[in-house]
């Protein structure tokens, strides 16, 4: 079973007699709490202690594996018994056009910093995740996409040019135009070339502080990826919310909520909304509940019979709204909904959740996706939360992308399912790999090493591989994850 598990107190106090020297020693976690590792942390604040803490790591023997905010709900940005460099502290923003929207960051800085310095100039990040907490770096390593991948692509694409720092020491500028192979090697690279110094990014002028969003319910997955199909060309936005709890003729019922930008002019006082208190999300849930105590409410819901209310109300609350449900919304409440309520992550305590994202060429999606849901239903593991999107290939070496859609799944992680749900996960790998499907390393925690050598092209991996072996031939750049899905260099 692929499950990374804490360190005992005699492993941890063995490394730090064996590496003398390092200061913080800390148990970190993936997002969804459900695997965590050991490691010395180090929190450079410039290329030079980057590079100090490479020196010392090729001094002792200790491998390094880089961390944004930790976003990433597997062991994307673990190193269990190794060095992880916490580059949250190189967090300035270095430079800022409003006349180009190019904006030049360090690879601390977060989407949250990024909104907040350019919206009041009238510009908004053409790429953000569900949450407004990671950083500019983990973002181009994992070359996230939003709920406009269909219209705009990945992060990547917006990434004009940023600086790699090898683990000689070498900084390396890439661009689309400058060390080519490196630039779209990195972005998707998982951290595994070299540790983003520096990067600039062209940002989207918008008009308003608002978007107009529709919202309607859809009674199946085939009809919500139909409506995509058709309000993709006028759409800016559009992801579906899907009940995975219900069976039978009401499988993969949903929401879907498109989101338009307005129009130069329409929004007759813009200078109001294009504020950052104008783009604050409530601090009270429903008017009623302060929202960092909301997750403490939620978590007595966190269970089948309690997901399973909270769907079907939310179905029919929508349901209940004239079908074509117009109305105007910031673009932070949109975009980072699932900020609303801090730490709701919290609610599947004790051990957490992990997410289960699959990406399926169009023809093959909605049959697919159904029979994960049914899989998920027969093993007595639905899904507490589904989230499906529309994409666009992208040509980053190893991309998650494909012309077709995503469902992400969340599941709850119990120290009794834990097994079963590593067993289903795997079981589901087979039937998205068998339809031609693909795997985001920013969700995962369940893959193995054989389903990656199956959904990446062979050319695209040794590329890769051959890239890696220019820039990193000792290996010295690793992680949890790296270990799990491309094998342990140092028993290979
Ligand atoms: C609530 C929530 C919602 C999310 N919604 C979305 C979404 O809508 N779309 C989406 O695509 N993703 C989404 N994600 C996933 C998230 O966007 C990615 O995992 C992202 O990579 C996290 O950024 P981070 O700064 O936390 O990076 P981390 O998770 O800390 O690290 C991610 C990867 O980047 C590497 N890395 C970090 N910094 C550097 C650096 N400076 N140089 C080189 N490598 C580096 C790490 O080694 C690791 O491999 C969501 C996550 C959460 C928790």
Redesign the pocket.
Known sequence: MSVVEPMTHDAQAAIERRRPGFRTVERLE???MAVHGISHVYRPRSAEEIAKVYQLAKETGHTI?????????GD??L?EGGIV????A?NRILEWSPETGRIVAE??V?ILQLWQTILPDGWWPP?????M???????????????N?FKVG??GEHVVEFD??LPTGESKTCSPTQNTDLYYG?IS?????????RLVLQMKRVYSGQLLVEAFNTSSLGEMASEFEDRAPESDYLVGWVDCIKGGRKLGRGIVHQARYLEEGVDRRPRDLLTIAAQELPSKIMGLFPKSMTYLLLGPFINNFGVRMINAAKFWWSAMAPRSHCYYQTHAAFAFL??YVPN??LAYSPVGLI?YQSFIPREAATVTFEALLRMSRKAGLPPYLG?F?KHRPDPFLLT?SVDGYSL?LDYRVTRRNRERLWRLAGEMDKVVLDNGGKF????DATLTRDAVSRFFPAENLERFRSLKRECDPDNL?Q?N??RRLFGDPSTA
Do not use: E
């Open positions: 993936g997002w969804g594996g880089f961390r944004g905010a930790g976003c990433s709900y994307a940005a190193n460099l916490d580059l949250s190189m690879p601390g977060t790429v953000v995740s569900g949450t907490f990671t950083t500019m770096g983990g973002c181009a390593s994992m070359n996230i996409h939003g709920k991948n990945t992060f790699l720092l990195a690279g998982f951290g595994m070339l070299g540790c983003f110094t699932l900020d709701w992550k997410q989230v999107k998650h992400a985001y390393f920013a969700k750049f992680t994850l790296s």
